[in-house]
């Protein structure tokens, strides 16, 4: 059905609803009113027609009394007359016990004549009588007296004025014997006088109604009431004509409405037609101001903002081609993983329209750390905003924090936590989780040198290593699905830029590291030597140098195998690291031959140093496997040669050098010990920029040249490039 044809049904059925339901009720309504009424009108003709009958029946049987109370015979015949004469009775009747009528007045009803006192009557009623019991002074039955009243046309034409009803008499077959009903109607009333049972009122097809009563004790005759209904003549009729005279107006109606609707619709549909065939140029007209006429005008104004908004998406991809082109270039150049987000979270801003932005990463402690932040000035929770590191969310809390811990993305409108969580205020915001590729090893990857191998508390239970994460519109418009999916992708760039300097980082790592024990190895010796002597010349401090050799290690290996020889090695490396400041350097120079680097630290210090590596390793033994496969402690002793720059040595090969030679030395005299290397002679100079003084300087560390007199060096942070530090105390 056309959109015409609905609309013309559905106003046919608004209009013509109510007018038949008005209708119905209507006729209805005065068909109840006007049943009511003459059942009520009924109801008091047959109280009356019922008051009447008694009347007459106790006046006959006064009548009666009078005569049956006259003991003369003669005078008793005189009284029956004198009952006639007056008019209370038509006829008197005097019956002995044999049944023989003694006397009877002249000109009484034909019989039979109905008792009063009778149920029903048993055949045509002719007359209504009344009878007595005649009885002599003794008080025995001489017979009866009857007084009769005739029931007559006259008598029913009585009873039909007092009642104000027509009235019909019945035979015992039911058919009438008397009534005041017109010949017209008089078939109609006995028909639904048949149907009527009791007190029920039925009506005829002309609009009477009708009732019966009687037979009844007290009331023997039996009588149809019938009254005229008080409807207008061709009420119906007048109903159905106003029924079908509002339908043809509704019709009318509907169809002019139906295509005036339907013509602007029918406009807008085809130029609709035409938009989605790619015309933005088509317009409809805009015939009125009603509803569709602002829908019209809508569309014409939808159709230009859609033109404006098709050239300024061209733009944007165009545009967002160019930030992709960027952001390849830039993923293909560096490794500088600083200056990918900033790329990443502009070129993010720039293809969703935000206003600001930011990249967080998770550190090992469980909290999300501002990486890069664009636009955030003056939504800053904390801190210098010109540092984004002072952007610190915990995982779990607030919407970034939640972001990280479920790996759920969120957006929506800003609503501030109690208590607040830092995240910088906003009014609407979209933040998307990223992290690792698939497949990827989990964040910390293998063992690093003088670092146990990265546990699960460096990573959400989702794997995110980060939240990228978007503030505001313009308009105050909030993020839809579609900046959802593009952050998504952008985000997929951040985890996949994270994860390759990750596993840059993990790469250079590893080519400076010893694969057994995870110590730094020769390789990065050599770096690490001249990095050091440089800082400790431009500072003016000293640096030791720690020669180590496991005593007997060979035997280990032919006893026990070289399984067992590795433990060891890697045992020795961990006891190491123990011991050692966070700013020294251990290394595997090769075999069971070990190197350690104590930044500012003088003869004593590293003395100290050896002391304890020796008692550490001594007091110990190591626990391997055996060739059974029982474990075995094995005794691991360590000889340990020292020396300084610039005390013993003027560059970094020649200490390494002289701790070697010390550590022959330390070999030489029994193993399980240490020996300070000899101060070359002469003792070599350089001129260094410092003071010299018999005692340390206030700042408590050794300064080059200060010999054995300064105290012992217990920290002091160095400066410059160097790698990550191998141990969290010494």
């Given amino acids: 059905m056309t959109l015409r044809g609905r609309l013309t049904a559905a106003f046919l059925t608004v209009v013509l609803g109510p007018v038949l339901l008005g209708a119905f009720f209507v006729g209805s309504t005065l068909s109840a009113v006007d049943r009511g009424r003459a059942t009520e009108r009924l109801g008091l003709a047959a109280a009356g027609v019922r008051t009447s009958v008694d009347a007459l029946c106790q006046q006959l049987r006064a009548a009666a009394d009078a005569v049956a109370l006259v003991a003369d015979p003669a005078a008793r015949s005189r009284a029956a007359d004198q009952v006639v004469s007056r008019g209370l009775a038509a ?13 009877a007045t002249l000109g009484g009803p034909a019989g039979p004549w109905q008792d009063c006192a009778a149920d029903a009557a048993t055949g045509p009623v002719r007359a209504l009588a009344a009878r007595v019991r005649l009885r002599d002074p003794a008080g025995a039955d ?22 104000g009803v027509g009235v019909t008499l019945l035979d015992d077959p039911g058919r009438i014997t008397h009534t005041t009903e017109d010949r017209e109607v008089r078939a109609a009333v006995l028909a639904a006088a048949r149907e009527a049972a009791g007190d029920r009122v039925t009506d005829t097809a002309d609009g009477r109604y009708v009732r019966r009563i009687g037979p ?30 509002a339908a043809l107006l509704a019709v009318l109606a509907a169809w002019r409405l139906a295509r005036v609707t339907t013509r602007p619709l029918v406009e807008l549909a085809g130029a609709v037609d035409r938009v989605a065939h790619g015309d933005l140029t088509a317009r409809v007209p805009v015939r009125s101001r009603d509803e ?54 502009h070129s993010a801003i720039v293809a969703t329209g935000a206003r600001a932005g930011a990249v967080l990463l998770l550190d090992g402690d469980g909290v999300l750390v501002g990486q890069c932040v664009e636009g955030l000035d003056g939504r800053w929770p904390t801190g210098d905003p010109a540092d984004p590191a002072t ?47 698939h497949g990827a090893e989990p964040r910390g990857g293998p063992d690093r040198p003088g670092h146990p191998p990265a546990d699960d508390d460096d ?49 250079q790592r590893l080519s400076l590291t010893d694969p057994l024990t995870g110590l730094w190895n020769y390789r990065y010796l050599r770096e690490s030597i001249r990095r050091e002597v440089e800082r400790a010349n431009r500072f003016g401090r000293m640096l030791s140098v720690l020669a180590l050799d496991l005593d007997r290690f060979k035997d280990v290996n ?51 140093v050896a002391e304890r590596l020796g008692s550490v390793v001594r007091d110990q033994p190591v626990r391997v496997e055996g060739h059974t496969g029982e474990p075995i402690a094995v005794p691991v ?94």
């Avoid at 007290?218 to 007048?238: F, H, I, K, M, T």
């Avoid at 070289?562 to 060891?568: L, P």
Wanted: charged share 20%; hydrophobic share 45%; proline share 8%.
């Fill in 292 to 345: 569709i006429g602002r829908l019209a005008g809508a569309f014409n104004r939808m159709t230009r903002e859609t033109g404006s908004y098709v050239a300024a998406l061209t733009s944007s991809r165009d545009q967002l081609r160019g930030h992709l082109t960027v952001l390849g270039d830039t993923l293909a150049s560096t490794h500088d993983l600083q200056r990918i987000l900033r790329v990443i979270l």
């Fill in 558 to 608: 032919d006893t026990w195998g070289h399984a067992a020889g590795d433990a060891v090695l890697v045992e020795f490396a961990r006891r190491v690291r123990g011991e050692i400041r966070e700013v020294d350097l251990a290394f595997r120079q090769g075999g069971e031959e070990f190197v350690v680097l104590l930044p500012e630290t003088d003869a004593r210090g590293a003395t100290i």
């Fill in 142 to 163: 001489l017979g009866t007296v009857a007084a009769a009243q005739p029931v007559d046309p006259a008598f029913v034409a009585r009873l039909a004025a007092v009642t």
């Fill in 391 to 437: 952007l610190r969310v915990q995982v779990g809390a607030g919407v970034l924090g939640a972001v990280a811990a479920t790996g759920e993305p969120l957006r929506g409108r800003w609503e501030p936590a109690d208590p607040p969580t830092g995240e910088p205020s906003c009014e609407t915001y979209v933040a998307v989780p990223f992290a690792a590729p």
């Fill in 637 to 730: 002793t360590v000889s340990i040669g020292i020396a300084v720059y610039p005390d013993h040595a003027a560059g970094g090969q020649q200490v390494l050098d002289a701790a070697d030679d010390a550590l022959y030395a330390a070999k030489a005299a029994g193993r399980d010990g240490y020996r300070l290397a000899r101060a070359p002679d002469p003792v070599p100079t350089q001129e260094i920029p410092v003071v010299a003084a018999a005692v340390s300087p206030p700042d408590g560390l050794p300064r080059a040249g200060a010999g054995d007199a300064g105290p012992v060096a217990q920290g002091g942070a160095s400066s410059g490039p160097h790698p990550p530090r191998q141990s969290r105390g010494r």
């Fill in 216 to 245: 009844s004790p007290g009331q023997p005759l039996p009588l149809v009431l019938s009254v005229p209904g008080e409807r207008p003549p061709g009420l119906y009729a007048a109903l159905v004509g106003a029924v079908v005279l």
């Fill in 91 to 103: 006829a008197v009747q005097i019956v002995d016990t044999a049944g023989r009528t003694s006397y």
């Fill in 459 to 507: 990573a959400t239970e989702c794997g995110a290593l980060g939240v990228l994460a978007l503030y505001d519109r313009p308009g105050a418009d909030e993020f839809d699905d579609g900046d959802l999916v593009t952050l998504r992708t952008f985000a997929g760039h951040a985890a996949v830029a994270v994860e390759n300097v990750r596993v840059h980082e993990e790469a």
